[in-house]
């Protein structure tokens, strides 16, 4: 190495010299080294589990979702930027004349404060490689973690996952405080309509109408992309005060429930109405008496 640099210009030497010896220079080009490996394995990442998915696509093997390499990606980049700012953290202390001997025997003692401090950032991101590992959720995910917290997964790192829920509200829970977890999205999705028809309603006919609408909602071009199976009449649900309640259930594509069973609640009642089929609605009757002829009939009762 001393040989190459021997042979060098002197004016090169010169050069090297002067940005070697001056700290500032140094820790700047430090800087300018991060940045670049950061960038470099961001890139890499991204292709890499680009061409892994697309591999898997052409041969029709996906046995990862493209949402799984998402998450993997993004968390890859995720443990490269902590290691990259480590490293150069260290680098820039050395540049600045720091005794890292001494810091490491000083950070030593630290640990162990840290350790017992902070026990519940050692959990989040335990519990948070160990959901990216299992493959809990993804990003894109819908997913309520302890009931309290429901949305769409925006972002995972190791000690947090971002929701964001119907209203726009961002959620950003730590990953030692999900206990339980519900992921509305994963794999398929089931689309359960309660329907409510009159008593004098011949079952069998709702049967038909439910059975026909729910096929031709799955043969629709706009729609049949997101059925796995049509909805179906499925069960006689309850008898309630004024109408029989029925389900109907369908599988569908992971996250497509929701407006699938809107869609459906539309033509449902469209086929209803055409078949003569009535949905019916709370009925009360109310009784009113009048004082007066209460007071005259006693009158009569007494005589």
Same mark, same amino acid.
């Given at each position: 190495?001393?040989?190459?640099?021997?042979?060098?210009?002197?004016?090169?030497?010169?050069?090297?010299?002067?940005?070697?010896?001056?700290?500032?220079?140094?820790?700047?080009?430090?800087?300018?080294?991060?940045?670049?490996?950061?960038?470099?394995?961001?890139?890499?990442?991204?292709?890499?589990?680009?061409?892994?998915?697309?591999?898997?696509?052409?041969?029709?093997?996906?046995?990862?979702?493209?949402?799984?390499?998402?998450?993997?990606?993004?968390?890859?980049?995720?443990?490269?930027?902590?290691?990259?700012?480590?490293?150069?953290?260290?680098?820039?202390?050395?540049?600045?004349?720091?005794?890292?001997?001494?810091?490491?025997?000083?950070?030593?003692?630290?640990?162990?404060?840290?350790?017992?401090?902070?026990?519940?950032?050692?959990?989040?991101?335990?519990?948070?490689?160990?959901?990216?590992?299992?493959?809990?959720?993804?990003?894109?995910?819908?997913?309520?973690?302890?009931?309290?917290?429901?949305?769409?997964?925006?972002?995972?790192?190791?000690?947090?996952?971002?929701?964001?829920?119907?209203?726009?509200?961002?959620?950003?829970?730590?990953?030692?405080?999900?206990?339980?977890?519900?992921?509305?999205?994963?794999?398929?999705? @089931?689309?359960?309509?309660?329907?409510?028809?009159?008593?004098?309603?011949?079952?069998?006919?709702?049967?038909?109408?439910?059975?026909?609408?729910?096929?031709?909602?799955?043969?629709?071009?706009?729609?049949?992309?997101?059925?796995?199976?049509?909805?179906?009449?499925?069960?006689?649900?309850?008898?309630?005060?004024?109408?029989?309640?029925?389900?109907?259930?369908?599988?569908?594509?992971?996250?497509?429930?929701?407006?699938?069973?809107?869609?459906?609640?539309?033509?449902?009642?469209?086929?209803?109405?055409? @078949? @003569?089929?009535?949905?019916?609605?709370?009925?009360?009757?109310?009784?009113?008496?009048?004082?007066?002829?209460?007071?005259?009939?006693?009158?009569?009762?007494?005589?």
């Amino acid at each position: 190495m001393n040989q190459i640099l021997a042979e060098l210009p002197d004016y090169i030497q010169q050069a090297l010299d002067v940005i070697f010896a001056t700290p500032v220079l140094r820790v700047f080009l430090i800087f300018v080294a991060m940045f670049l490996a950061q960038k470099i394995i961001d890139a890499l990442s991204d292709k890499y589990f680009e061409r892994a998915y697309n591999s898997q696509a052409k041969k029709n093997r996906l046995k990862i979702s493209k949402k799984r390499f998402d998450t993997l990606s993004k968390a890859l980049r995720q443990v490269a930027s902590v290691i990259i700012w480590i490293i150069g953290s260290v680098a820039i202390l050395s540049a600045l004349g720091v005794n890292l001997a001494a810091l490491l025997a000083g950070a030593g003692v630290a640990g162990i404060a840290f350790g017992i401090a902070g026990k519940d950032i050692i959990m989040d991101l335990y519990v948070g490689l160990m959901a990216l590992l299992e493959d809990q959720y993804r990003v894109g995910d819908v997913i309520t973690i302890d009931q309290d917290h429901s949305g769409t997964v925006e972002e995972i790192t190791l000690r947090t996952v971002k929701l964001r829920d119907i209203d726009g509200n961002v959620h950003i829970v730590p990953h030692s405080l999900a206990r339980a977890i519900i992921n509305k999205t994963y794999g398929y999705s @089931n689309v359960n309509v309660e329907l409510g028809v009159d008593y004098k309603t011949d079952i069998e006919k709702v049967k038909t109408v439910i059975n026909e609408t729910g096929l031709a909602m799955s043969e629709d071009e706009e729609w049949k992309t997101a059925f796995i199976k049509p909805i179906q009449y499925q069960t006689m649900l309850r008898f309630d005060e004024s109408q029989m309640t029925v389900r109907a259930s369908g599988k569908v594509k992971p996250g497509k429930q929701w407006s699938v069973a809107s869609e459906f609640r539309i033509r449902i009642k469209q086929a209803f109405d055409k @078949n @003569n089929i009535d949905i019916p609605f709370p009925q009360r009757v109310i009784r009113q008496i009048n004082e007066d002829a209460r007071g005259a009939t006693k009158k009569k009762s007494k005589k």
